[in-house]
């Protein structure tokens, strides 16, 4: 191993079609760390303490999706409070044989919104409510909003992600998600469904002259987005939320602020087009 050579690699399952390799190796190509490497490797919660106590001094770091998240905070020998309050890290950094955990979610959709000039809604109505639900709620309270609506299917589940927006000062009112649309307007709506489940939602947010984030980026738009966005509506997609959220995780994993976010977001959008 020379003094240069050094791995990385996003963690999850299924991982195969993650766009995260795509962002951190354009990054180091950028920032001339040639001899940097970054794989997808798949890994369940079973595998990960096995996957980490496996790992040699050349690893710099690891960055975490889902189902993973909640299990590393029990795996890291220190974690950042807000991984904590969020009840999740999607960053591991190795250094000096010590695993740090952090999370940069808050910080990817906190920058894509701002970037589109969503800087402080007064309303917000979340649709969903797991993992990525939590990130948004506290996302929204470091925006500056003081209250949100989350819809969920089972809002027993969404339990969880409601307390992590208290944590942050927000007040967070858990509804079901059949009853969302009775809860427009709204300054600012966020889809954190999967696939087409939030399609339903289309005409009654676009005609309610909300903006919208919505998590999914591929495939892209979607039909709650397309309908916002002929409605006049500001769009913000998932993957702005990915590519700053992979800015940070090059960050923190190579100890450098000279991360080139244009060079990453070409690529990315480059490979969005290639895989459409």
């Known amino acids: 191993m020379t003094e240069e050579t050094r791995r990385a690699a996003v963690l999850g399952s299924p991982i195969a079609h993650s766009l995260?390799?795509?962002?951190?190796?354009?990054?180091?190509?950028?920032?001339?760390?040639?001899?940097?490497?970054?794989?997808?490797?798949?890994?369940?919660?079973?595998?990960?303490?096995?996957?980490?106590?496996?790992?040699g001094p050349e690893w710099a770091g690891l960055s975490l999706t889902m189902p993973l998240k909640r299990v590393a905070l029990g795996l890291v020998d220190t974690v950042s409070d807000l991984a904590v309050k969020v009840g999740g890290a999607n960053t591991i950094v190795l250094r000096d044989g010590r695993r740090h955990g952090d999370n940069t979610d808050v910080h990817g959709i906190v920058t894509a919104l701002t970037e589109a000039g969503?800087?402080?809604?007064?309303?917000?109505?979340?649709?969903?409510?797991?993992?990525?639900?939590?990130?948004?709620?506290?996302?929204?309270?470091?925006?500056?909003?003081?209250?949100?609506?989350?819809?969920?299917?089972?809002?027993?589940?969404?339990?969880?992600?409601?307390?992590?927006?208290?944590?942050f000062g927000l007040a967070v009112r858990v509804v079901p998600?059949?009853?969302?649309?009775a809860h427009l307007p709204a300054e600012l709506v966020v889809s954190t469904l999967p696939g087409r489940a939030a399609d339903p939602f289309a005409e009654p947010v676009a005609a309610s002259g909300a903006a919208l984030f919505d998590v999914v980026y591929a495939p892209w738009p979607t039909a709650l987005a397309e309908a916002v966005g002929r409605a006049g509506g500001t769009v913000v997609g998932g993957f702005p939320m990915l590519l700053h959220q992979a800015v940070r995780q090059v960050a923190l994993m190579t100890g450098r602020d000279d991360v080139p976010v244009d060079a990453m977001r070409a690529a990315g959008e480059a490979e969005l087009t290639r895989r459409a």
Not at 153 to 162: D, H, I, M, N, V
Not at 177 to 181: I, P
Request: glycine fraction near 10%.
């Open 20 to 55: 995260s390799p795509v962002l951190h190796r354009a990054a180091y190509a950028a920032m001339g760390l040639d001899a940097w490497t970054y794989d997808a490797v798949e890994c369940g919660e079973d595998g990960l303490a096995g996957l980490l106590d496996g790992l």
């Open 118 to 167: 969503v800087k402080a809604p007064a309303s917000a109505l979340v649709l969903g409510g797991g993992a990525t639900a939590a990130s948004a709620l506290a996302a929204l309270a470091a925006l500056g909003t003081d209250e949100a609506v989350l819809a969920a299917r089972t809002p027993a589940r969404a339990a969880e992600a409601a307390q992590v927006g208290e944590r």
């Open 177 to 181: 998600l059949d009853t969302a649309t």
